[in-house]
């Protein structure tokens, strides 16, 4: 599984509560903060999109690292996704920017010494089940953003988990020398649909499969253990149903528990078993959503910038040695691998 650091998401949720009026006060160690007082705006979304545990009014300590528990202080609550704190916080910042993902945003790639600018759009993909929610609506079981990069020869190609990290935002300088770019031709021409077809084709069904395996390993794990725990269960109270209905006949009679109350229980822990068994089916009938563009980024190369400066780029430059570099370090490990009797597969072309 692919992880977010704890790192981003401190950095983001800090900053973004304290666009939404919040304020965090530090206790002790960096990590252990408070929330005196929870603005209502926080409460009132969760209210509305939250299926688990409600935001509270006030947090004595959060946590975005696994040190819930300290001696003499209350538990943490501990901030990552899923959290009701952090998702209520998410869909307020992306209601109240959306208009901003959707204008885009001009990044600068400072590893490439190119001319060529190029499109960073980012998707959402889903995966559900067929179990029904509590709105009666299928089961989203995973979501995933993906990314996707056009350059200007309209080629498209995934641009790996979040390949955002490696850009920085444009300066003020830079975005005055970029007006003297005309909009490539490229950037209007069925952008969003290239991109949908390429995911569909490529992204989607990776999402699946690996959806898929995942849920399926679980699924057939979870039913041997129910099928074996409750077998057993039926097991006990039939032969118990028997042997009391035999007491009875013999004219033994046990004041706790009767036959009839036994066989009821064997009954209705058949029934339970058919109904865990089929509800583990339709966990496992999974199938994908259409993907979501939700945004989209210019990614302008160093190189350009400099050109359009009429600054000459120092030779060799940074970008053009780090990829040299990189090319003699995975040839070099390739062929300590080959040694060894192990087969390498070069997947820097699939940004892994």
Known sequence: MRRLQPHFIASFFLEAFKLLGGKVHERGQAVHLQIRTLKAVVRNRDRQIGHGDAVLQRYERITFEGMIAVAGKPLAAFVCPGNPLL????????????????????????????????????????????????????????????????????????????????????????????????????????????????????LVPSHLSEVRMRKEALIDKTRA?????????????????????????????NARLNSGLARQRADELTVRLQKRMAELEQERKISPLPPVVLGAALVVPLGLLTQLGGRAAAPPSFAADTKRSEQLAVARVMETERRLGFIPRDVSADKL
Request: glycine residues 6%.
């Open 87 to 202: 998702e209520a916080t998410i869909d307020l910042i992306i209601e109240r920017n959306r208009d901003l993902l959707k204008r885009g945003a001009v990044l600068v790639d400072e590893a490439d010494p190119g001319d060529q600018v190029r499109t960073l759009v980012y998707l959402e993909h889903s995966v559900q089940d067929a179990r029904a929610g509590a709105g009666g609506q299928r089961r989203i079981v995973s979501k995933q953003m993906q990314f996707v990069e056009i350059d200007n020869e309209g080629n498209t190609s995934a641009a790996g988990y979040a390949p955002y990290l490696n850009y920085r935002p444009v300066g003020q300088e830079e975005l005055g020398i970029l007006e003297k770019v005309p909009e490539p031709t490229w950037f209007r021409d069925e952008l969003e649909s290239r991109v949908l077809e390429y995911a569909a084709e490529h």
């Open 225 to 253: 253990a129910v099928q074996e725990r409750l077998t057993k269960e039926i097991n006990y109270w039939d032969h118990r149903a028997i042997y009391l209905k035999e007491q009875e006949l013999a004219g033994r009679t």
